[in-house]
Nanobody
Framework: QVHLVESGGGLVQAGGSLRLSCAASGRTFSAYAMVGWFRQAPGKEREFVASISWSTGNTYYADSVKARFTISRDNAKNTVYLRMNSLKPEDTAVYYC????????????????WGQGTQVTVSS
């Protein structure tokens, strides 16, 4: 069992910045763990934002947020961050943290654990 709790959401003007945090507790991540951020805007499907390998630190980003968002992790604190710069109104959504505690290379990443989400609202 892994418990994920997001924090850091809020209201910000376009062009501003915000940093989200995802604190994990419970089951220890393996060397093959992957943690990601997703978001869902009203009336739209949930979409991938960014992810990071727990051990290597390799990162992946959706094209829509490249050069603006940065995902990072602090292994000692079991925490993943998402720094968001140059925010746009279209970034408005509920942001979720998710984790695959042990990626199976034969299957791929499967996010089995999810947080409750944190609201990010960007005004024009």
């Amino acid at each position: 069992q892994v418990h994920l709790v997001e924090s850091g959401g809020g209201l910000v003007q376009a062009g501003g910045s915000l940093r989200l945090s995802c604190a994990a507790s419970g089951r220890t991540f393996s060397a093959y763990a992957m943690v990601g951020w997703f978001r869902q805007a009203p009336g739209k499907e949930r979409e991938f934002v960014a992810s990071i390998s727990w051990s290597t630190g390799n990162t992946y980003y959706a094209d829509s947020v490249k050069a603006r968002f940065t995902i990072s992790r602090d292994n000692a604190k079991n925490t993943v961050y998402l720094r968001m710069n140059s925010l746009k109104p279209e970034d408005t959504a509920v942001y979720y943290c998710a984790a695959d505690v042990a990626v199976d290379p034969h299957i791929g990443v499967e996010y089995d654990y999810w947080g409750q989400g944190t609201q990010v609202t960007v005004s024009s």
